[in-house]
């Protein structure tokens, strides 16, 4: 007996679990109670420190406890303007603000840095809401398939515009992870069945702004030679291979500056657990507003909605999400937070499926039908 098959709710075609033979709709479901349940472990899990709001404090001070980070690329990007060498310059910089200088992954690439010495702020700024644009932009094209009608289609995009609300920020443009977060997200967007080229192309960009968007790279490889695209994943191959050759020459700079006694790193084994990727999340996007234990929640739903949605796009960003969550879940520390943007623009966009994702599971889970046979004599 074939499962019966409801009619989509918001998307334009059955999600993934519509028609879902009922005890595989039954795991799915406890599946989903497990995903929730874990994601609750978040409330329990270290996050950074609070921002200061200490009026006895000027503001430039509570700035500079507060984005350290921050504060250190704009006084690298400021080092370059006088005519610095980058590699000098940052580990000057790293040694002034007490940061390890060791290993090499210390420092960033210059590549974000290089272009914002040879930018006036405005320009940088201007360009940084350009590229969120273009990501709202491409989205809105990538989904407008996606659903049967306008409504749903325009939460989807305000979903993605909440996950996007750090990367509009001026004061954050000269983050690396916001500029990788924006390039990663659009390159998810831009890349469709035989159409790759500018998907590679912008992740390799992201890739040369911050290394950890090689993790986005490798997933998207594994998965084109898993759909059976060998040209594809060759291409992202061949852009990983590119990208290692930069790291070697930069380990080789990086090494040409740095000194016997300059500080070591901790490490990166945070061993956090998947609570430290659900928290990452909520810090990252709008769901910051929300109390933490239902940020949690939603941050469960929307992995839940992207396996929701029976595109090819969807496997391939629950994959990333899932890849990054384990990258946070192992080797995060609570003041490494910020990798969660990294994704943090498209993952909201999965509580657009949600809807149409746990009606047909749980219509399926309850679908009782009998087949009755009937002799006729005659």
Do not use: C
């Amino acid at each position: 007996m074939t499962p019966r098959t409801l009619a989509p709710l918001w998307l334009a075609t059955p999600s993934r679990f519509a028609g879902l033979k009922p005890a595989r709709a039954r795991w799915a479901l406890a599946l989903l109670a497990v995903l929730l349940a874990a994601s609750l472990t978040a409330l329990a899990t270290p996050g950074p420190p609070p921002v200061s709001h200490d009026s006895s404090v000027s503001a430039e001070d509570r700035r500079a406890d507060d984005q350290a980070d921050v504060v250190l690329y704009e006084s690298i990007v400021a080092g370059l303007r006088a005519g610095g060498n980058y590699y000098a310059v940052t580990a000057a910089a790293l040694r002034a603000g007490d940061y390890p200088l060791k290993p090499f992954v210390t420092f960033r690439l210059p590549t974000l840095a290089m272009l914002q010495a040879n930018l006036p702020q405005p320009a940088t700024v201007a360009m940084l809401y350009i590229l969120a644009a273009a990501v709202m932009l491409a989205w809105f094209v990538r989904l407008r398939g996606a659903f049967a009608r306008p409504p749903p289609r325009a939460i989807a995009l305000i979903l993605l515009a909440g996950g996007m609300v750090a990367f509009v920020q001026a004061d954050l443009a000269g983050f690396h992870e916001v500029w990788a977060g924006l390039l990663v997200a659009l390159s998810l967007a831009l890349r469709k069945p035989g159409r790759w080229v500018e998907a590679v192309a912008f992740g390799m960009i992201a890739m040369l702004v911050r290394e950890t968007a090689a993790l986005y790279v490798g997933i998207m490889a594994v998965m084109a030679l898993a759909e059976g695209r060998r040209r594809e994943a060759y291409a992202w191959a061949g852009a990983a291979a590119l990208f290692a050759v930069v790291v070697i020459l930069h380990a080789r700079a990086v090494g040409q500056v740095v000194r016997p006694l300059d500080p070591t790193s901790p490490g990166w084994a945070g061993m956090l657990g998947f609570g430290f990727f659900v928290k990452t999340m909520g810090l990252s996007t709008a769901l910051n507003l929300a109390p933490g234990w239902l940020a949690a929640l939603l941050v469960a739903l929307a992995l839940f909605g992207w396996s929701a949605w029976n595109d090819a796009l969807a496997l391939r960003a629950l994959a990333i999400f899932s890849g990054y969550a384990v990258l946070l879940g192992l080797f995060g520390r609570p003041d490494t937070f910020y990798w969660g943007l990294m994704i943090a623009p498209t993952i909201l966009i999965g509580l657009a499926f949600v809807p149409d994702g746990l009606r047909d599971l749980i219509a399926a889970a309850r679908d009782r039908r009998k087949i009755t046979v009937t002799r006729l004599t005659r």
